[in-house]
Nanobody, 114 residues
């Protein structure tokens, strides 16, 4: 069974918003830190944002205040609310544990194009 199922991606214009969801097959309350990652065409996978079970968050510099990561442990779901999207945000977005990685899911495609 796939450990994480990402959804919510799509094709949007610059400046628009998307909300990504990650449904986990396990109870994420047992995962201290969850994160969103992305992989752009021809690039490696990079961390976008992370959130601990305490609610503490960390964001990569390129986020620049545009994204908000959140988690609903009761529903075993991780979210990434994205605003002010730019073409450089185009990538496949994945979720996973931060320190201890599970198998990667299929990801969800975000395409920002004018």
């Amino acid at each position: 069974q796939v450990p994480f199922v990402e959804s919510g991606g799509g094709l949007v214009q610059p400046g628009e918003s998307l909300r990504l969801s990650c449904a986990a097959s396990e109870t994420i309350s047992t995962i201290y830190s969850m994160g969103w990652y992305r992989q752009a065409p021809g690039k490696g996978r990079e961390l976008v944002a992370a959130i601990a079970i305490t609610g503490h968050t960390d964001y990569s510099a390129f986020v620049n205040g545009r994204f908000t990561i959140s988690r609903d442990d009761a529903e075993n779901t991780l979210y990434l609310q994205m605003h002010s999207l730019t073409p450089e945000d185009t990538a496949i977005y994945y979720c996973n544990g931060v320190t201890l990685k599970r198998s990667w899911g299929q990801g969800t495609q975000v395409t920002v194009s004018s």
